[in-house]
């Protein structure tokens, strides 16, 4: 089959792999429907030193089950399912409390012999607590909302959740990149009336409106800061999103957040300290998010996407086949598009 | 009358200073009964650079009130009251949310016109919000562990209660300053029934078994999250109570934090970046905590010391009268005394 191996930066190449095939009675492989590019691939895309073997990329997709092993139940050919972007059992303790990104039986897709998500097909480990059933056929036109199951729409919503966004909580949403648009969706869903958007791209911000943002703040740093404040009658907002993974974007949301507020983040984190000193303190701000334990959310956001209450893949905003992979990371990379859908 | 003024490093004087007197009508004037130093007066007393002038310090204190101003309502002349570590009015929007801290028309004690806690009386800035009525005598038996509920128990309970502390987590509480065993009985109050403590002055771990710690760890460092991942079969705890303030124990913090639990801090942090990295990322560690406000737990804490259920005041074991306050701090500092309370 094909698949998308990074060599380093700026080199990502589609190439002949050998077919998934069960190596273990938990397994399944599963033909992709759709894949897409995710902002965190752009992070080896853009700094991965170069390597004579490439590495297996690509963490998001759904597609169709060709075969699974002996201890899987509740799963056959034919069955359409969507993928989180890690594999868990989902019986351990972690997978009970909703943790599945730490699942004591778990791990990565493109990691050691596991295929990575960009790729015609791929052998699914813990298939049974991996992988969930979507009721509809290959050619639904719903594919894209329910590929951003898989990471990007759960991301988002994991930041709102963990900040604790509701009907009461005014949100700051930092980032117009494809998991900050998701979460003004998510924060929008759980009931946020207020929800500021900090971006500059407006067709990306526009979008941003579309999903729920009531405003927009372009400024950047300090201006930023202080726009965001004016808006709040100085207060700040009771929940900041960081959707970005840089220090500046999380020294903007610690500059936006109310007093005993929560900040949370969802980008990964290109950074290695957090300034939280004693100011952040005396304010009692919480810093809280991480890796989304996409699994645990499926179920609770599946039906909404089904009903056509949300539509979270208009994040993509272009359609590559395997040959277009290469371009389809360079035209992320220079912001041209803003998230792309792969349809082998 | 007589008040504690810091001049510097290593000088802390007691002097004569002018009475306090109404200046608002929501002021009142409270003759104190007891203070006591905080943990956090010893940052000044460590590295204050010498002035000419002394400035007034203590923010800890209970006593009698002398005189009310007339929009003060609720408290008369006779009253023994307790004083939350910051005056707020207790009626903002910020107080009404549990956050006296962060009050809009609140403040800090020692502040510019306003009296410290150190000395034998304190003008009291909206009383009416800030001071709590106790039902006991001006010779109660009781009146040390009421004091604690100006800061350092009220502290260690902020610490439990931000980072979830209840009967299904573990805990780990690192410290066994005043503030670390206040965090521990709060922790054994809230029903924690698994309790770390990481400390390594055995009288005061001794103290902290008694409050209701289930376990002891004296090493620190990597020997100590080591130590600690040991005992709870390699995870860590639910729950991580930062009572210190200083950087190394913020990285022992995250490094015997279970996955997706939460870390909270309550020691004044003497650092301007957090260690939260990736990794830290990846887990779904939360960092929470910051100056507590007392104000909002003293009518829930007060009933267990008035039943005798608690006795969070066994952390003072000096008592100093106002010639001694200086060795008072001395002691402190030389970690002496655990926490010195002043009977003026």
Redesign the interface.
């Known amino acids: 089959m094909r698949a998308t191996l990074i060599y380093g930066a700026g080199d990502v190449r589609v190439e002949h792999v050998p077919d998934p095939k069960l190596l273990e009675p938990t397994d399944a492989v599963v033909r992709v429907l759709r894949s897409c590019i995710c902002g965190s691939d752009l992070w080896p895309y853009g700094s991965k030193p170069a390597a004579d073997h490439g590495a297996r990329i690509g963490h998001e997709f759904l597609g169709v089950v060709e075969d699974v092993g002996s201890e899987v139940s509740g799963l056959k050919s034919g069955d359409v399912v969507v993928a989180p972007f890690v594999w868990a059992d989902n019986t351990c303790d972690?997978c009970a409390?909703g943790?599945q990104?730490?699942c004591r039986h778990g791990g990565q897709w493109g990691a050691s012999d596991v295929d990575g998500g960009q790729g015609e097909a791929v052998r699914v480990p813990q298939a049974q607590g991996t992988l969930v059933k979507l009721p509809v056929g290959e050619d639904s036109a719903l594919l894209p909302s329910l590929l951003t199951l898989s990471d990007v729409f759960s991301t988002g919503h994991h930041c709102a959740v963990?900040a604790g966004v509701g009907p009461r909580t005014t949100v700051t949403v930092i980032g117009d990149g494809a998991v900050g648009l998701s979460a003004v969706l998510a924060a929008k869903r759980l009931g946020a009336e207020r929800i500021v958007l900090m971006g500059r791209h407006a067709a990306r911000t526009d979008l941003g409106r579309e999903f729920g943002a009531t405003d927009v703040i372009a400024e950047r740093g300090e201006e930023g800061v202080e726009k965001l404040r004016e808006l709040t009658g100085g207060d700040g907002t009771h929940t900041v999103l960081e959707c970005v993974g840089l220090k500046p974007a999380l020294e903007t949301a610690f500059g936006v957040v109310r007093?005993?507020g929560v900040v949370s983040?969802v980008g990964?984190?290109q950074?290695?300290?957090?300034?939280?000193?004693?100011g952040?303190?005396?304010?009692?701000?919480?810093?809280?998010?991480?890796?989304a334990?996409a699994r645990a959310y499926i179920d609770e956001l599946l039906p909404d996407i089904l009903d056509g209450k949300i539509e979270p893949g208009k994040v993509f905003d272009r359609t590559v086949g395997f040959d277009e992979v290469p371009d389809g990371y360079r035209a992320m990379a220079d912001r041209e598009a803003l998230k792309v859908l792969i349809r082998p």
Chains 1, 2 share one sequence.
């Open positions: 972690f409390e943790l990104t730490s963990t007093d005993g983040r990964a984190p950074y290695a300290e957090v300034p939280m000193d004693f952040v303190f005396m304010r009692n701000v919480t810093l809280t998010g991480g890796v334990p």
